[in-house]
């Protein structure tokens, strides 16, 4: 059967799956606050550590080394601190090393004051330049304090792959302190926090099907961690005061092990995403791929069409039945430049599209995006013979 809507957008927000959809329904209808130690309490905290184990098993982590927040933009400006604790001591991180390349919530640089923030460059793919960071670790005064870096693990907009194990090396030597934004990459490659070396991961509930409004902190390990943001009643480990969001939890959990488990099947994924790309360069091969020379996500492309400014495409797309991005349009509905094609040297660009779709995307989708493309490329003939 034709589809008559095709929701390509998944790294904006991940369709929430049937089983997320279940747990959320069951967690709605129970009564009780997870701290309270009436059978009623005991059985919503009973959900939360179940989430809890999916989570760190979706990483390779301990259970005990995640803390649940409310995204992945909490978990940020949780771990981008430059007070932290390791045991009863104080520890100070002097400064923050990012990539330009990230997503605003670690561009941001959390509590850290501007002036304490430094943005390592991306080459033309999107990579972050380990030169420039090896520089930039090797002016630390560490006599202020240890350098934190943060990174994505893969980009929100073109799915590039950091090399996260140079990264971490890098980091290493310099006896630094790595947090890794796993929100893209979780879920669609496999993540070990022991083998990717990040001392700390971040995920986001809704990008692997979860509800919106839950996310982690995974630790590699429970030597330290930053003085908390939200103070208050001691809920996790009193690094995350509040009563917990059960029901968003719980859909998380869920969404986490199916994520897991569907971590086998992404080469389907990468299959259908590599025939979009195939049919693109076939439709015009001015289309231009960016980031399609490093590693990338296999669900995702972010391309440009030559002619055509990527909001106006965006909307003919729309009105064609497509939900795609401009590119990441996750702040308040507007499209600006492209902070990360910028970073990329790639600043001429009209905009880019993003198209990132998952396990759930069907062929019938795959088909109404083609023949909007080849509407858009009809049109845009049209006009160019009537100039
Ligand atoms: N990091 C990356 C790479 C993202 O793509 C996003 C969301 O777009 C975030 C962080 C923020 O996640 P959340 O919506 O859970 O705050």
């Known amino acids: ?27 709605l209808s129970m009564p009780a ?9 005991r059985a919503a905290r009973r959900l939360i550590e179940e989430a809890r184990r999916e989570v760190a098993a979706l990483v390779a982590a301990k259970p005990e080394h995640v803390f649940l ?43 850290f004051a501007p002036d304490q923030v430094e943005v390592i460059g991306v080459d033309r793919q999107g990579v972050v330049d380990l030169g420039a960071l090896r520089t930039a670790l090797g002016h630390h005064e560490r006599s202020a304090g240890l350098p934190l870096v943060a990174i994505h ?43 990717t070396c990040g001392d700390y991961l971040i995920v986001s509930s809704h990008k692997i099907g979860g509800p919106k409004g839950a996310g ?20 996790e480990k009193g690094h995350r005061a509040g009563t917990e ?42 289309i231009e791929i960016f980031g399609s020379g490093a590693e990338r996500l296999p669900n995702t492309t972010f391309f440009s069409i030559p002619g055509l400014k990527a909001e106006t495409v965006q909307i003919a797309f729309d009105l064609a039945g497509v939900a795609l ?36 995307t069907t062929r019938e989708e795959i088909a109404l995006f083609k023949s909007a493309l080849d509407g858009i490329l009809a049109r845009r003939s049209g006009r160019e013979r009537a100039a």
């Not at 950091?162 to 979780?186: C, F, H, I, T, Y």
């Not at 982690?216 to 001691?234: E, F």
């Not at 990441?328 to 790639?346: I, P, Q």
Request: net charge neutral.
């Open 1 to 27: 059967m034709a589809a008559d809507r095709a929701y390509l957008d998944f790294n904006a927000s991940a369709p929430l799956t049937a089983d997320a959809r279940a747990a959320v329904a069951d967690a």
């Open 33 to 41: 606050n997870p701290s309270s130690v009436h059978s009623e309490g």
């Open 69 to 111: 927040t409310s995204g992945a933009t909490e978990a940020a400006t949780t771990l981008l601190s430059p007070d932290w604790q390791m045991g009863r001591g104080a520890l100070r991180m002097a400064r923050l090393y990012v990539s330009a390349a990230d997503h605003p919530c670690i561009l941001g640089g959390g509590r």
């Open 153 to 195: 693990a893969a980009n929100n907009e073109t799915g590039v792959i950091q090399p996260v194990a140079e990264v971490s090396k890098v980091v290493r030597e310099a006896g630094g302190v790595l947090v890794l934004d796993a929100v893209q990459a979780a879920g669609r490659i496999p993540l070990d926090i022991t083998r």
């Open 216 to 235: 982690a902190i995974v630790a590699a390990a429970d030597l330290m961690m930053p003085k908390p943001l939200i103070t208050g009643g001691g809920q």
């Open 245 to 286: 969001n059960l029901a968003a939890i719980a859909g998380f959990g869920a969404a986490a092990r199916e994520a897991r488990e569907g971590l086998g099947r992404m080469g389907e994924v990468r299959a259908l995403r590599d025939e979009i790309e195939a049919f693109l360069a076939a439709s015009d091969p001015g």
């Open 325 to 360: 991005s401009a590119g990441s349009a996750c702040s308040s509905g507007k499209v600006g430049a492209s902070h990360v094609l910028k970073a990329m040297g790639r600043g001429d660009q009209a905009g880019a599209l993003r198209l990132s779709i998952g396990l759930s």
